[in-house]
């Protein structure tokens, strides 16, 4: 994004008018175009609603995190230069660079260090926040030749490492990647000493832009996706399976097929870290079963759920694996090393991504890897991670239940324990996953960036509750969410999620029994909005409710029990503690 | 209008939001634009040197006529095509 870009996307209306995310820049020099750059790439993020970005006093960054009123703002980001560390590391102070004064340099950036690390942890109890290390070349004020590290940089560096790493351990606290930042914006250009010294704005504005996108991308932050179908021939492994047999195909360095290798122990990582993994590819379903029984592979064929193998359209295989997922195809990545098999597959699926496996083009294979970890980004791991993959294969047994026996016996046998949990559990990723990324059972689809969430979590007005699900078959993990707030003799339910996984079990009605008996109400209120996705929500509710369907339903205690199935789960209650 | 001076007003009109092109043309100083402030002049210098590579200081310009002064001193330098 250009200068012009920018200050013409601000110029633009806002779609809504909402209240405006307010955003406090942090640092030590003019703004100026950083904050342009910000402002527009946030209005990039959330088009629907306006940015507001406040920002403090000149020269004095550690004074204004040290004042900062976090209950006033939703984000916090953070730009530290050398010269907020100590002024004689800028080049608009003339403090001096003789030898004795250098250490004292090193000394006072560490006490600086320390002030903001009480200072930023203070407001990261209340306040997402985002921070970028200093970005600029430090001036030429050490006596070792420009090729060699001087002492005092190497210990000032350590420190801002140490400062940085104490303050990641908290999960309200992201830190710029120096290495992204490095691909984004060479060192040599980022900084305008002509600019720094007559405006005291050290950045070019191409360095400024890369700085916004890069702060406006940790406060908004984009929904991971949450699969990938990948080929097989030519693509998980070189060679083709059909031709060359199971032990014709590679994936080593010794058989010139290293990049395949790469991508398998990729996708290993994605496939750890609860991503769903399926394959499609047209070849013999026998062959491709024997290929996942070598050991060498650094994919587990495991891993892979649904396996397509036959000689059909993969249009048609990728069809049935989302249909297997339930989930939509924009939350999906597809990747083959025919651009033909892409182009087909996108036909049928525009919201897809489909990405050509780029088998003999080393720097594009590389950028394809960042590309890809990007869009499966993950902040945490939560424990539901870790078997999502088998509940899907589990759910299979609940889809096609034996015919001649009713859904009641089949819910009974399967000997269903639910437990829901009441509290806010502090940095909980599962939650903020099932409330974010939940599109068809979902009451409006209203989602929580950072800042909501930590608004809720301080809200003692407003109940969350969790609900998690095993049975017979296996453990589902936590699959529901509830947001709800007494309202004299009724509760508002503000949000309701529950995992499409969990569907058809009557879980949704233990849901509301749970609602009206913890909080001992006569009638819930649904603040129910249609999203053109939450069919599955808006079709269980509607026979249930009493009245109008159209603004904030509600359901007695009395209709509800007249509605009611058998409920078939066993019920237990834990509470939890923030 | 033509594609020169096109170029040049996209420039003033994205660093002076609040003023119309007629404005814009019509302004004898930089402080007769509507809504005109030190810090959008800052922009339009930036945005000058983004788009024609050009660094003016602000004492250069600020007697200028806002438009048709950047315009002949763009065009003197060559740098408006």
Redesign the interface.
């Known amino acids: 994004m250009t200068l012009i870009d920018a200050l013409e996307r601000l110029k633009q209306p806002v779609a809504e008018n909402g209240r405006p995310r307010k955003i406090f820049l942090a640092c030590g020099f003019t703004p100026l175009h950083l904050e342009t750059f910000l402002a527009a790439h946030l209005r990039n993020r959330y088009p629907e609603r306006g940015v507001e970005v406040t920002t403090g006093l000149f020269g004095d960054l550690t004074g204004n995190l040290e004042r900062l009123r976090p209950e006033d703002y939703d984000a916090l980001a953070v730009a530290i230069e050398w010269p907020d560390l100590d002024s004689r590391l800028g080049l608009r102070t003339l403090g001096g660079w003789q030898v004795d004064k250098l250490p004292d340099i090193v000394n006072s950036a560490n006490y600086v260090l320390e002030r903001l690390t009480r200072a930023l942890q203070r407001i990261s109890s209340a306040l997402p926040v985002c921070i970028c290390l200093p970005t600029l070349p430090l001036p030429p004020l050490f006596l070792t030749a420009p090729q060699r590290s001087s002492v005092f940089e190497l210990t000032l560096r350590r420190n801002l490492a140490a400062f940085a790493e104490t303050l990641s351990m908290s999960r309200q606290i992201s830190v710029v990647s120096g290495q992204h930042l490095d691909e984004q914006s060479p060192l040599s250009r980022r900084f305008d000493l002509r600019t720094e010294i007559k405006q005291g704005f050290p950045y070019t504005t191409s360095h400024a832009s890369v700085m916004g996108e890069l702060l406006a991308g940790l406060i908004g932050r984009r929904e991971p996706k949450k699969g990938l179908i990948t080929d097989l021939d030519d693509t998980l492994w070189a060679g083709i399976l059909g031709e060359a047999g199971v032990e014709g195909i590679h994936w080593h360095l010794e058989q010139h097929a290293q990049l395949h290798g790469i991508y398998q122990q990729f996708l290993a990582s994605l496939a750890s870290a609860g991503i769903l993994l399926a394959a499609t590819s047209k070849n013999d379903a026998t062959l491709v079963q024997q290929a996942f029984e070598r050991e060498d592979l650094l994919l587990s064929g495991t891993s892979l759920f649904p396996i397509e193998a036959h000689w059909a359209p993969k249009s048609e295989s990728v069809g049935r694996i989302l249909k297997t997922w339930n989930i939509l195809a924009e939350s999906v990545v597809f990747v083959d090393d025919s651009p033909m098999e892409v182009a087909e597959v996108q036909r049928a699926f525009p919201d897809l991504e489909c990405l050509v496996f780029p088998k003999d083009d080393y720097p594009a294979f590389l950028r394809m890897l960042g590309l890809l970890r990007n869009r499966f980004a993950k902040d945490e791991i939560s424990e539901e991670d870790s078997f999502r993959l088998q509940s899907i294969r589990n759910s299979g047994a609940f889809r096609e239940h034996p015919q001649g026996v009713s859904l009641d016996d089949f819910l009974q046998k399967a000997e269903g324990r639910l437990t829901f949990a009441a509290g806010k559990p502090a940095g909980d990723a599962r939650v903020l996953e099932l409330l974010n990324k939940t599109n068809q059972f979902n009451l409006n689809g209203r989602r929580y960036d950072d800042a909501a969430w930590s608004k809720f979590l301080n809200d003692a007005r407003a109940h969350l509750v969790t609900v998690s699900y095993e049975d017979k078959f296996g453990k589902l993990g936590r699959i529901a969410a509830l947001i709800a707030r007494p309202d004299a003799n009724r509760l508002v339910v503000e949000s309701w999620v529950m995992s499409c996984r969990a569907f058809s079990r009557r879980i949704e009605f233990h849901c509301l029994q749970y609602l009206l008996e913890k909080f001992a109400v006569d009638e819930l209120s649904f603040e129910l909005k249609a999203t053109g996705r939450n069919g599955p929500l808006i079709e269980f509710l509607r026979p249930l409710v009493d009245g109008s369907f159209e603004e904030n339903p509600g359901l007695s205690r009395f209709s509800f029990l007249g509605k009611t199935p058998k409920m078939p789960h066993r019920v237990q209650e834990v509470s939890i503690d923030g | 209008m033509d594609d020169r001076d096109n170029q040049l007003m996209?420039?003033f009109?994205?660093?002076f939001?609040a003023a119309t092109r007629e404005d814009i043309r019509a302004a004898g100083k930089f402080d007769a634009i509507p809504g005109s402030d030190s810090?959008q002049l800052?922009?339009l210098l930036?945005?000058l040197?983004?788009?024609f590579g050009v660094?003016v200081?602000l004492p250069e310009v600020l007697d200028l006529q806002p438009f048709d002064g950047i315009k002949q001193y763009l065009l003197q330098r060559g740098l408006l095509a």
């Open positions: 996209r420039c009109a994205a660093a939001p810090l800052v922009n930036a945005v040197d983004d788009e660094q200081d």
